[in-house]
């Protein structure tokens, strides 16, 4: 199958699975562009109170690989967090709790 997706960007992974379909859930930390790795950079670091980090959320993607055809269009990932504003605009190292 083949799978078209807007651009974004990823750096961490929080959790993956198959479900009973076949189809392939994935969470992740969700950038709208790379520009995070620049901002990274160390000299960008040791200027920091500099301009704020690009804003990042917790998302799930899936890709329809039992139900879907050939070639898929697939939306924007779906946000994770019902209240982004109380956890921040920034999320990585995402985690998934042992007991789920």
């Known amino acids: 199958k ?4 807007p651009p ?3 750096i961490h992974h929080a959790n993956a699975w198959e479900d009973s379909n076949g189809d ?3 969470d992740f930390a969700v950038f709208s562009d790379p520009e995070i790795l620049n ?3 160390l000299d960008r670091l040791r ?3 500099g301009k704020d980090t690009p804003r990042s959320t917790l ?3 899936v890709l329809p690989l039992g139900t879907a055809p050939h070639t898929v269009d697939l939306p924007m990932p779906t946000p994770l967090i019902c209240e982004p ?3 921040g605009s920034y999320c990585d ?3 998934v709790a042992p007991a789920v």
């Open 2 to 5: 083949t799978f078209h997706a």
């Open 8 to 10: 974004f960007f990823v």
């Open 24 to 26: 392939i859930h994935a």
């Open 39 to 41: 901002d990274l950079k």
């Open 47 to 49: 200027g920091y109170p």
């Open 59 to 61: 998302q799930r993607m």
């Open 85 to 87: 504003d109380g956890y």
């Open 93 to 95: 190292f995402p985690a």
